[in-house]
């Protein structure tokens, strides 16, 4: 069982980016998906999750409006789309996988994790 975070790079404040979580080992179409994130210094923090079928996101109220979190069962694939990104933004994006079915905003609710790829916002 594996995840794998991609999409993250270096990008102006203001720009965009769209990360990509590529499970594979077996079907996560029934799990929960979740995006975190840990800046420097900082412990890792909830950014978005959404349900098996995709109908029910929950995002930090802090990026409401800027991160859409979708995801195609099909694919076994999870995005988070980032928009107007920020200095703030910059960290380190895991994704996970929960295998209950309630939308957790908990870390330790997340049973698979990804390796995390890097998102850097400059000023």
């Known amino acids: 069982v594996q995840l794998q975070a991609s999409g993250g790079g270096l990008v102006q404040a203001g720009g965009s980016l769209r990360l990509s979580c590529a499970a594979s080992?077996?079907?996560?179409?029934?799990?929960?998906w979740g995006w975190f994130r840990q800046a420097p210094g900082k412990e890792r923090e909830f950014v978005a999750a959404?349900?098996?079928?995709?109908?029910?996101?929950v995002y930090a109220d802090s990026l409401k409006g800027r991160f859409t979190i979708s995801r195609d069962n099909a694919k076994n694939t999870m995005y988070l789309q980032m928009n107007s990104l920020k200095p703030e933004d910059t960290a380190v994006y895991y994704c996970?996988?929960?295998?209950?079915?309630?939308?957790?905003?908990?870390?330790?609710?997340?049973?698979?994790w990804g390796q995390g790829t890097q998102v850097t916002v400059s000023s």
């Open positions: 080992g077996r079907t996560f179409s029934t799990y929960i």
């Open positions: 996970a996988a929960d295998r209950s079915y309630r939308l957790s905003t908990t870390i330790r609710d997340y049973d698979y």
């Open positions: 959404i349900s098996p079928s995709g109908g029910s996101t």
